[in-house]
């Protein structure tokens, strides 16, 4: 059952828009670019773990900053659309099916923009012989399609039904437990034991790769409590915690402590995989949530809804730039970012600024009634 207290914030916010949650939005879009910039194999001498604790220090900061990005997108996406379906409860499933048809069209527009990456991993395999890796990579382009960055969607779009299934509060403790249980097991599997694998053929290799998903930073075993986190905040509304805002910089402080331990004592610990992430992101989230603009300008409103497209734009557009600019400069035999790491940040500001430049493009051209597509873009 919905506390009173819920449904009358609810009733108060049923037409009223938060540029708060569209501005977080975006910064988290700015992190997760940040988090793939770096070309494969340049971070080699420094991300390790038999180096000085200073620079163990620095990757363990840097390594939790951008562990939050992801999660704070599984929280309010799901957010967003509990909170419609709590106000409209007999048309749950019409928005659900509405919101994966929406990851659906976003998927197949990047996929087809990535397709050049996709047949050059491919052909890149066939011409070296490498059977096991290219069976493989089969098996993940099946279940979530290129291996680059569509594990969100899938997830994003599981969680969400899984969570939408859940109409009672037995129910909700149940899914709420079980997704506790897999984030403690992805945790365990992923980053600390790696116990856990079905087999070393290509084909249980690839499904393995696709549920635990080791090339990149998270998957639906980790994000079901995040996008479960997000109803939750629904149906209770923000937990009046007295001293929340303070216990995020000391939980920020003390994930960098996990990270740091654990690098110190051999075991390299994936990003995201670490258990004192969802206790940070509950914390932090609650704040945000908390957080009640007064008299917010119709200028703000304009501002944070364009951030939020372009944020969208970027999380996908930033893998194929950073793809095709690295591949120019390793076909010349010469990637000057292998060795001057520092100068990423020239290409991650124009990154930035081709969004802010080619999303309203998008947006505009896709008026036009042959070019609508381009608004599955963002």
């Given at each position: 059952?919905?506390?009173?207290?819920?449904?009358?914030?609810?009733?108060?916010?049923?037409?009223?828009?938060?540029?708060?949650?569209?501005?977080?939005?975006?910064?988290?879009?700015?992190?997760?670019?940040?988090?793939?910039?770096?070309?494969?194999?340049?971070?080699?001498?420094?991300?390790?773990?038999?180096?000085?604790?200073?620079?163990?220090?620095?990757?363990?900061?840097?390594?939790?900053?951008?562990?939050?990005?992801?999660?704070?997108?599984?929280?309010?996406?799901?957010?967003?659309?509990?909170?419609?379906?709590?106000?409209?409860?007999?048309?749950?499933?019409?928005?659900?099916?509405?919101?994966?048809?929406?990851?659906?069209?976003?998927?197949?527009?990047?996929?087809?923009?990535?397709?050049?990456?996709?047949?050059?991993?491919?052909?890149?395999?066939?011409?070296?012989?490498?059977?096991?890796?290219?069976?493989?990579?089969?098996?993940?382009?099946?279940?979530?399609?290129?291996?680059?960055g569509f594990f969100f969607l899938q997830s994003l779009a599981l969680g969400v039904v899984l969570t939408c299934l859940?109409?009672?509060?037995?129910?909700?403790?149940?899914?709420?437990?079980?997704?506790?249980?897999?984030?403690?097991?992805?945790?365990?599997?992923?980053?600390?034991?790696?116990?856990?694998?079905?087999?070393?053929?290509?084909?249980?290799?690839?499904?393995?790769?696709?549920?635990?998903?080791?090339?990149?930073?998270?998957?639906?075993?980790?994000?079901?409590?995040?996008?479960?986190?997000?109803?939750?905040?629904?149906?209770?509304?923000?937990?009046?915690?007295?001293?929340?805002?303070?216990?995020?910089?000391?939980?920020?402080?003390?994930?960098?402590?996990?990270?740091?331990i654990t690098k110190y004592v051999g075991i390299n610990v994936y990003p995201n995989y670490f258990f004192l992430l969802?206790?940070?992101?509950?914390?932090?989230?609650?704040?945000?949530?908390?957080?009640?603009?007064?008299?917010?300008?119709?200028?703000?409103?304009?501002?944070?809804?364009?951030?939020?497209k372009i944020g969208s734009f970027s999380f996908l557009f930033h893998f194929q730039f950073f793809y095709y600019l690295?591949?120019?400069?390793?076909?010349?035999?010469?990637?000057?970012?292998?060795?001057?790491?520092?100068?990423?940040?020239?290409?991650?500001?124009?990154?930035?600024?081709?969004?802010?430049?080619?999303?309203?493009?998008?947006?505009?051209?896709?008026?036009?009634?042959?070019?609508?597509?381009?608004?599955?873009?963002?």
């Amino acid at each position: 059952m919905v506390s009173l207290e819920a449904n009358k914030n609810l009733e108060n916010k049923k037409d009223k828009y938060n540029p708060v949650l569209d501005i977080v939005r975006f910064l988290a879009a700015l992190i997760i670019v940040s988090i793939h910039i770096f070309p494969e194999g340049s971070t080699e001498a420094t991300v390790g773990i038999n180096q000085d604790v200073v620079t163990l220090i620095g990757l363990s900061f840097v390594y939790a900053l951008t562990s939050i990005a992801v999660p704070i997108f599984y929280v309010i996406s799901s957010y967003l659309l509990f909170r419609k379906i709590e106000l409209d409860p007999e048309n749950r499933w019409k928005y659900v099916g509405k919101f994966c048809l929406r990851l659906l069209y976003f998927y197949l527009f990047w996929f087809i923009v990535g397709l050049p990456m996709t047949i050059r991993d491919i052909t890149g395999f066939i011409s070296s012989g490498d059977t096991y890796n290219l069976v493989r990579y089969f098996v993940i382009f099946l279940w979530k399609g290129a291996p680059r960055g569509f594990f969100f969607l899938q997830s994003l779009a599981l969680g969400v039904v899984l969570t939408c299934l859940c109409k009672t509060k037995k129910s909700m403790t149940l899914i709420t437990i079980i997704s506790i249980i897999m984030y403690v097991f992805a945790c365990f599997n992923c980053s600390y034991l790696g116990v856990f694998t079905l087999s070393d053929d290509p084909v249980s290799k690839g499904i393995y790769d696709s549920l635990i998903y080791l090339e990149t930073n998270f998957s639906f075993l980790q994000a079901l409590i995040f996008i479960v986190l997000g109803k939750i905040f629904v149906l209770h509304g923000t937990f009046k915690i007295k001293g929340n805002i303070f216990y995020i910089p000391v939980l920020f402080i003390l994930m960098i402590g996990e990270l740091f331990i654990t690098k110190y004592v051999g075991i390299n610990v994936y990003p995201n995989y670490f258990f004192l992430l969802p206790v940070f992101t509950f914390f932090l989230m609650n704040f945000i949530f908390s957080i009640n603009l007064k008299n917010e300008s119709e200028r703000l409103i304009n501002i944070s809804k364009r951030l939020k497209k372009i944020g969208s734009f970027s999380f996908l557009f930033h893998f194929q730039f950073f793809y095709y600019l690295h591949w120019i400069f390793d076909s010349i035999n010469h990637n000057i970012f292998r060795e001057y790491i520092f100068l990423l940040i020239i290409p991650y500001l124009v990154c930035i600024l081709i969004c802010f430049v080619l999303q309203p493009l998008c947006e505009r051209l896709s008026k036009h009634k042959y070019l609508s597509f381009l608004k599955y873009s963002y």
